[in-house]
């Protein structure tokens, strides 16, 4: 999986984001290792919205292999209650 941009929604016009050496895994053995969970994000609910992004994989550069795993979370700086 690579990471694209969006440049035009309606014509689909993609600019990649993400070097061909990096790989991104979605899923291993099974198991969903890369994507993101999004919380608060119904208007009726009293919660700050919040989203925690995973990606798990690995980059193929000059021979070696790198594996990496990274997770951050972001949230609406405005309050939303």
């Given at each position: ?21 990096v790989h991104i895994d979605s899923i291993i053995n099974s198991v969903q290792v ?48």
């Open positions: 999986m690579e990471i694209f941009l969006d440049r035009q929604m309606v014509l689909l016009i993609f600019t990649q984001l993400t070097p061909d050496e890369s994507g993101f969970s999004v919380l608060g994000a119904e208007s009726t609910d009293t919660k700050q919205p919040f989203v925690t992004i995973r990606l798990v994989g690995h980059i193929d550069s000059k021979g070696t292999n790198t594996p990496f795993s990274l997770q951050t979370s972001v949230s609406q700086r405005q309050r939303d209650i």
